[in-house]
């Protein structure tokens, strides 16, 4: 029974469709060292609605811009080629990621303002330990539950059997595992290798609830992990999750976080959230 099921969640995962082409695209340019601004530039400008919420977010107050940006060029200019795709890919990820998640009890809205939070809270991560290397780190924590997407069906029709699991002390995930053969970090992970991301940010999402099984272990796992947590201890996006979950200790001790930056964080997080899911919903 519990390969059937597998199967039927594999099958699913693999008829999710793409993301739309100009964040493929995106992407790979980024990986380009030799990619120009006029080459971004052309990819947006056949996408009017895309280029006018990247402009509207380049404008918020959440990226403090000390002038108004009034061309795709002048963002990119000013912003950046990465922080421009992780506004692209934003952008492009809500409409499949805002809605209701009735296997997780995430009503509309609640799933994607989850999403957001852990981004905001990976970035305030980031800022705080001057962490090197982790350019990636909103989209990695953007994307990390997109497995839900796949396994909330499969969920809302367990949900007694993956309930019982709970009770006996075992975590969300772990009992998802034990009952349907899988769990949404693993789904999560194989959606984003199908969508051809880069393999650190596969491995975040693939370990964010259990950073100290992953191989090797990484910053950028570590602090979607901790971001992740930290959303669901403020009560963003709990469903029925709950607020079983607690950071790794070994995760917070290999990035040298003190409780000071973790409070500090949370306060910003909760201070940002709300507006940066509305700014990300634009149409």
């Known amino acids: 029974m519990k390969d059937l099921k597998l199967n039927d969640i594999l099958s699913k995962s693999d008829s999710l469709p793409s993301i739309p082409g100009a964040a493929v695209k995106l992407l790979s340019l980024l990986d380009d060292p030799e990619s120009s601004v006029n080459e971004i530039e052309e990819i ?10 990247v402009l509207k977010l380049s404008n918020s107050a959440y990226f403090g811009l000390p ?22 890919m934003a952008s492009c990820v809500h409409a499949l990621m805002d809605r209701p998640v009735n296997g997780y009890e995430l009503s509309k809205g609640e799933f994607w303002r989850h999403s957001v939070a852990v981004s905001v809270s990976a970035e305030l991560l980031v800022k705080e330990l001057k962490t090197p290397g982790v350019d ?18 499969f969920v809302d029709q367990e949900y007694k059997l993956i309930e019982d699991e709970v009770q006996k002390g075992v975590s969300f995930e772990m009992a998802e595992q034990k ?6 970090a693993e789904i999560g992970a194989k959606i984003l290798q199908k969508w051809s991301f880069p393999d650190d940010i596969v491995r975040a999402v693939q370990h964010h609830h259990l950073p100290d099984a992953a191989d090797p272990k990484s910053s950028l796992t570590d602090i979607v992990h901790i971001a992740n947590v930290l959303c669901l201890m403020l009560g963003i996006g709990i469903g029925r999750e709950g607020l079983q979950y607690q950071p790794s200790k070994f995760a917070i001790d290999r990035l040298g976080l003190s409780q000071n930056q973790l409070e500090m964080v949370a306060s910003q997080t909760l201070q940002w959230v709300d507006e940066l899911a509305d700014l990300f919903g634009c149409h």
């Open 44 to 53: 947006l400008k056949y996408d009017p609605g895309l280029t006018a919420n």
């Open 67 to 88: 002038q108004k940006i009034g061309s795709v060029k002048q963002a990119i200019l000013v912003m950046g080629t990465k922080r421009l795709t992780q506004l692209v």
């Open 136 to 153: 990636v780190i909103f989209t990695a924590a953007l994307l990390h539950d997109v497995g839900k997407i796949i396994m909330d069906d």
């Open 179 to 184: 009952v349907l053969g899988t769990n949404h």
